[in-house]
C-alpha cells in the first residue's frame, strides 16, 4: 500500500457505485457545519404548505433582510438548473416562488426524468456575493488517504474546472491526524486570501476537515464557499455523505436518514439485509455476491435481454433471503422473467433451493424462472428442485442461463 | 510453485474463537493442515478445533510460540483495524483480511500504518486465497479448483468462483486465486499481484477480473503493458451498471479516471490484456491465449 505513483490527473466523467451512500439535506449539511463554527448561509426550513408566510416573516426578522432565496431540499444536486432554487426580491415574489417549489417534482441533472417531489424548502437569506470558490474534502482511494481538493473557481460544475483548467484544482493530502496548521496555511495562501480573510480560511479549512474525520464523512462539500461583499467567507451550499460502514458509531447521522429520497422497495430490501437497485428492464435476477450480480446483468444485456435489477441476497442466503428477494423482485410489473443465478460457496445450494421451493409455492409463480445452481452442494440442490415439482426451468451454466431466462421473457413480453 | 501461500505457511485465525472464525479455521486446516493457532484476546492457552490448534492473546505469542508467518482475520468490522495493525506490528508477513464492513477512515490508518511495517495486506473485505492443493487461507471453495498454471487476480468473490469453474471446466487448473477485495482501499492491488505472477515460473498465464469503480485496473492495465510477458485475459463486471448510480463530484475528480466497465475495457486493451466481454467466456479465453502464446 502506498507503494505506487499517484496515477496521472484527469477528468472523471463516470463514477458508479452499487453501494449506496448515507445523503443528508442541504439544511442537515449546514447544521452539522454550524455545530463546528463554520459560518453558513443562513435558512429556515418548511415542509407545510400553510407555514410559507410565517416562515418567510421570520426568516426576514431573523436575518435582517427583506430579499430570500427559496431553496428546494432535495439530495440530488443540479436544483438550480432544474428550477429549485428562486431568488425573491420581494415578500409576494418569495410566497410565491415557496408555494410553486414546494410539492413540486423538481427533475435536475442527477435526479433521472422521473424527478424528486420536494418535500422541504430552505428560505434563505440573500448573500451579496464578492467571489465563489470550492473546497471539498474526501477520501483518495489511490494512495489510500483523505485530500482536500479546492478551487478558487467555486459555483460551476468542478468536473468542469478540472477538465479545462486542471491548474485551477488544488488538492492536500493528509492522514488519520487531520490537516496540518502549516497545510491549512499553505492552501489558503494558493487560494488568494490574505489578511483577515486568510485567516477566516485558514480556521474553515482546518474546521471542515475536523468534521468530516468527526462524522466519517465520504463527502463533505462546500460549493460554492462565497466571500460576500461585506468580507465574510461562508458556505453558500453544503452537501455530505457518510460511510455506510461507520454509521454504527453515528447515531446522530443516522437519525438525518429521509427515506422519500430513496427508492421504497430499495429501502424495504435494505431492512432484509439485501442489495437491490431497481433497473428499467424486465429479467428480474437474483445473485449471491455483488461482483456475479454485475456480470449476471452483464450477460442478459449480452444474449440480447435487459436487467431488471441488481439484487445481491449476500453471503447469507437462505430460505427467508430467497423468498423476500423473490417477492421484491416480482414487485416490479416490469419483470417478464427471473434468473436466479447462485454459486455456493460458504452459501448451500440446498438451502437456495429450499427457499426457491418455498417461494414459489407461497407466493405462486407468475412468470417463468431459470436457477443456475453451482458449487457446494449444487448435486443436491437440484436434485431436490427436481423433486419438488415446482416448475423452474434448470440451467447448466451462466451462459445456458442468461440465454434461456431471456428468450423464457421474450416469449412472455 | 505458487505466490504469497503455499504449504509451508504456518497460518493463525485471529478471531478464531468466534462463529465466522472457528468455522472457516476449520476449513482451511482440513484443507492445508497447516493451520497452526488462533488469537482471541483473553482466551489464550485453550485449545480449539478439536484440541488440534492453540489460542494465543496476541499475535505477538502466535508469532513466537508456532512461528506464524500468515494471519487470517475474521474480526468483527469495528475492532478488525486494530487487528491487521496488530499482526503487522507482531511481524506476520502475509495478513488477509476477509471482514467486510471496515470503516474507510479506519483503513485509512491502517494503510499509514503498515508503510511503516513490511507485512503484505490482503483485503479487507475478499475471500482470501487459495493455492490448490497446498493452503487455504480465507473462505474460497477448496473443492472448485484444481492445482494448475493459470493464477487468478478478482475483485470479486462468488465471481472469482464462477471463474474458477469455468478453467477447470476447460482443463486448466491454477496456480494461486487471490481475492483483493472491493472496499475503496484495499492492502494489495492487481499490479502488485501481477508482478508476482509474472516472476513465479509456475504461473504461465493470469486472469484479472475487475469491476467498475476506483482505478485499479487502469494501472494494472499499465503495468501488463510495460512489465508482462505472460498472458493477461480480463474481465469487468457492471457494463450494465446503471449510470444514475453516481458518487459525489468530488469522488470522481479524485480518482482522475474513467471509472465505466467500457471506458476500463478499452484501455485495458489497448494494453494488450485479452479482454472478454462476456463473464461466460472467461475459462475459453484463457485456453486461447495459452494455444497462441504456445505458438
Known amino acids: ?413 | 510453485m505458487s505466490i504469497l501461500v503455499n504449504r509451508e505457511s504456518r497460518i493463525i485465525v485471529q478471531g478464531i474463537t468466534g462463529s465466522e472464525g472457528s468455522f472457516h479455521a476449520g476449513q482451511c486446516l482440513e484443507y492445508g493442515q497447516n493451520v497452526v493457532g488462533g488469537v482471541t484476546p483473553g482466551k489464550g492457552g485453550l485449545r480449539t478445533l478439536e484440541d488440534r490448534v492453540p489460542v494465543f492473546n496476541t499475535c505477538v505469542d502466535a508469532r513466537r510460540e508456532v512461528g506464524a508467518n500468515v494471519s487470517l482475520i475474521f474480526v468483527p468490522p469495528a475492532f478488525a483495524a486494530d487487528a491487521i495493525m496488530e499482526a503487522a506490528d507482531a511481524g506476520i508477513e502475509l495478513i488477509v483480511c476477509i471482514t467486510e464492513g471496515i470503516p474507510v477512515a479506519d483503513m485509512v490508518k491502517v494503510a499509514a500504518y503498515l508503510r511503516t511495517r513490511s507485512s503484505r495486506l490482503i483485503g479487507p473485505n475478499c475471500p482470501g486465497l487459495l493455492t490448490p492443493g497446498e493452503a487455504k487461507v480465507g473462505i474460497m471453495p477448496g473443492f472448485i479448483a484444481k492445482k494448475g498454471h493459470v493464477g487468478v487476480i478478482s475483485k470479486s468473490g462468488t465471481l472469482t468462483y464462477e471463474a474458477v469453474h469455468q478453467l477447470v471446466g476447460v482443463g486448466l487448473g491454477q496456480s494461486t486465486c487471490v481475492g483483493i477485495g472491493g472496499d475503496p482501499i484495499i492492502g494489495t492491488r492487481m499490479s502488485e499481484l501481477l508482478a508476482l505472477f509474472e516472476a513465479d515460473p509456475d504461473t504461465s498465464a493470469v486472469v484479472m477480473i475487475g469491476e467498475i469503480g476506483g482505478a485499479m485496473e487502469i494501472e494494472a492495465a499499465h503495468y501488463v503493458a510495460t512489465h508482462m510477458t505472460k498472458p493477461v485475459i480480463g474481465f469487468i463486471a457492471g457494463q450494465t451498471a446503471p449510470p444514475g448510480r453516481r458518487m459525489g463530484h468530488a469522488g470522481a475528480i479524485v480518482s482522475g479516471a474513467d471509472e465505466s466497465a467500457t471506458a476500463k475495457m478499452a484501455v485495458m486493451k489497448q494494453c494488450g490484456i485479452h479482454v472478454v466481454a462476456s463473464p461466460a467466456g472467461i475459462g475459453m479465453a484463457v485456453k486461447e491465449a495459452l494455444v497462441v502464446n504456445s505458438r
Open chain 1, 1 to 413: 500500500m502506498g507503494r505506487n505513483a499517484m496515477p496521472p490527473f484527469a477528468l472523471g466523467r463516470v463514477c458508479v457505485t452499487l453501494t449506496p451512500l448515507m445523503k443528508v439535506h442541504e439544511f442537515q449539511a449546514k447544521e452539522i457545519l454550524e455545530k463546528v463554527g463554520i459560518p453558513v448561509q443562513r435558512g429556515l426550513v418548511t415542509d407545510t404548505i400553510t407555514n410559507v408566510e410565517s416562515v418567510i416573516q421570520s426568516a426576514y426578522s431573523q436575518f435582517n433582510t427583506t430579499q430570500v432565496v427559496i431553496k428546494a431540499q432535495i439530495h440530488a444536486g443540479g436544483r438550480g438548473k432544474g428550477g429549485g432554487v428562486k431568488f425573491c426580491p420581494t415578500f409576494e415574489d418569495a410566497v410565491a416562488k415557496a408555494r410553486q417549489i414546494l410539492g413540486m417534482t423538481l427533475v435536475t441533472p442527477q435526479t433521472g426524468e422521473a424527478g424528486q417531489l420536494v418535500r422541504t424548502i430552505m428560505v434563505a437569506e440573500a448573500v451579496d456575493i464578492a467571489k465563489e470558490l470550492y473546497v471539498a474534502v474526501t477520501l483518495d482511494r489511490a494512495n489510500g488517504q483523505h485530500v482536500v481538493i479546492a478551487s478558487t473557481e467555486g459555483g460551476v460544475d468542478i468536473e468542469e474546472v478540472a477538465a479545462h483548467t486542471p491548474d485551477k484544482i488544488i488538492k492536500v493530502w493528509f492522514g488519520a491526524d487531520g490537516l496540518l496548521p502549516f497545510q491549512a496555511r499553505q492552501l489558503a495562501f494558493q487560494l488568494g486570501f490574505e489578511g483577515d480573510l486568510f485567516k477566516q480560511a485558514v480556521s474553515l479549512l482546518t474546521r471542515l476537515v475536523t468534521c468530516y474525520l468527526d462524522t466519517d464523512a465520504s463527502i463533505a462539500e462546500i460549493n460554492p464557499l462565497v466571500v460576500t461583499e461585506q468580507g465574510k467567507l461562508l458556505a453558500l451550499d453544503a452537501k455530505f455523505n457518510f460511510d455506510d460502514n461507520a454509521l454504527y458509531r453515528h447515531p446522530d447521522i443516522v437519525a438525518l436518514r429521509d427515506t422519500h429520497e430513496e427508492d421504497p422497495t430499495e429501502v424495504e430490501a435494505s431492512s432484509f439485509h439485501l442489495n437491490y437497485v431497481k433497473l428499467e428492464g424486465n429479467v428480474g435476477c437474483m445473485v449471491n455476491g455483488a461482483g456475479l450480480a454485475m456480470a449476471t446483468m452483464d450477460i442478459i444485456k449480452l444474449s440480447g435481454g435487459q436487467p431488471a435489477n441488481f439484487l445481491d441476497v449476500g453471503g447469507g442466503a437462505n430460505v427467508d433471503t430467497v423468498k423476500n428477494g423473490f417477492r421484491i423482485i416480482l414487485s416490479d410489473p416490469n419483470v417478464k422473467a427471473v434468473l436466479i443465478n447462485i454459486f455456493g460457496g460458504i452459501v448451500r445450494c440446498d438451502r437456495v433451493a429450499n427457499g426457491i421451493i418455498q417461494a414459489v409455492q407461497e407466493l405462486g409463480l407468475s412468470v417463468p424462472v431459470v436457477v443456475r445452481l453451482a458449487g457446494t452442494n449444487a448435486e443436491l440442490a437440484r436434485d431436490l428442485l427436481a423433486q419438488s415439482g415446482v416448475s423452474i426451468i434448470p440451467a447448466d451454466s451462466l451462459q445456458d442461463a442468461a440465454q434461456k431466462v431471456v428468450q423464457a421473457a421474450q416469449l412472455e413480453g
